[in-house]
């Protein structure tokens, strides 16, 4: 199974709604990604948070990561219909070599 | 802004085929990568490549192989082409070697084998 998985795989809510993404993994990390992918195209970095973080920001985005649990959320507030895409984690393994496991996706479906 | 540009978005070939798919970052990075991605499988990594003339083999090398001759150009190569190489693939670069920085994704080719 994939090192990152998360939950839900997709969602839908209303614009001015926040979003919350979930993300598991298995193994020891240095770090973990988000990144955003609009329908058929490449994707697109969010935010990285190191194994010694708990929490950062970046405009209305929100990334928490508790390596006891091994898990990590994405936090969009104030969501606006322009956010639809596919989110994914992606973990950089400790002694994986400098490669990134991606996970699986959740799809968010903004509606006004 | 870092640019990554793929030769193709859409791209049909036939079993048997040998495809090239080309990526080209401005940047200077030292990484780069090349991914499929599925329906319910996620990014799967294929090959990458921490400097010209390396490379190494990710997830899912089999029936591929890569060619990086120039730093800044990363290619793909499907020797025999099969229907279950169908699928998006994405090409990424990344700036230091041997580290897990941000990567930089190109828009992606749709590869259809027919």
């Known amino acids: 199974s994939q090192q990152g998985e998360e939950d839900p795989q997709a969602l839908s809510i209303q614009e001015g709604e926040n979003a919350t993404m979930n993300c598991s993994y298995k193994?020891?990390?240095?770090?973990l990604q988000w990144y955003r992918q609009n329908s058929g195209r490449g994707l697109v970095h969010l935010i990285l948070?190191?194994?010694?973080?708990r929490e950062k920001h970046s405009g209305r985005l929100r990334v928490t990561l508790d390596t006891s649990k091994k898990s990590s959320s994405l936090l969009i507030t104030a969501s606006r219909a322009a956010d639809t895409a596919s989110y994914f984690c992606?973990?950089?393994?400790?002694?994986?070599?400098?490669?990134?496991?991606f996970g699986t996706g959740t799809q968010l479906k903004v509606e006004l | 802004d870092v640019k990554v540009t793929q030769s193709s978005r859409y791209l049909v070939k036939r079993t048997g085929e040998k495809v090239f798919l080309e990526c080209v970052q401005d940047?200077?990075?030292?990484?780069m990568f090349w991914y499929r991605q599925d329906p319910g499988l996620g990014l799967r990594l294929i090959y990458f490549?921490?400097?010209?003339?390396?490379?190494e083999k990710g997830d899912i090398p089999e029936g591929y192989s890569v060619s990086r001759e120039k730093k800044e150009r990363f290619s793909l190569i499907l020797e025999s082409a099969s229907t279950n190489q169908t699928s998006m693939y994405l090409c990424?670069?990344?700036?230091?070697?041997?580290?897990?920085?941000?990567?930089?994704f190109g828009p992606g080719t749709r590869l259809t084998v027919l």
């Open positions: 193994t020891s990390i240095n770090n």
């Open positions: 940047m200077d990075h030292e990484n």
């Open positions: 990424a670069s990344s700036a230091r070697p041997r580290s897990t920085d941000t990567q930089y």
């Open positions: 490549s921490y400097d010209v003339k390396m490379k």
């Open positions: 948070i190191r194994s010694n973080e």
């Open positions: 992606a973990t950089d393994r400790t002694g994986g070599g400098n490669k990134l496991t």
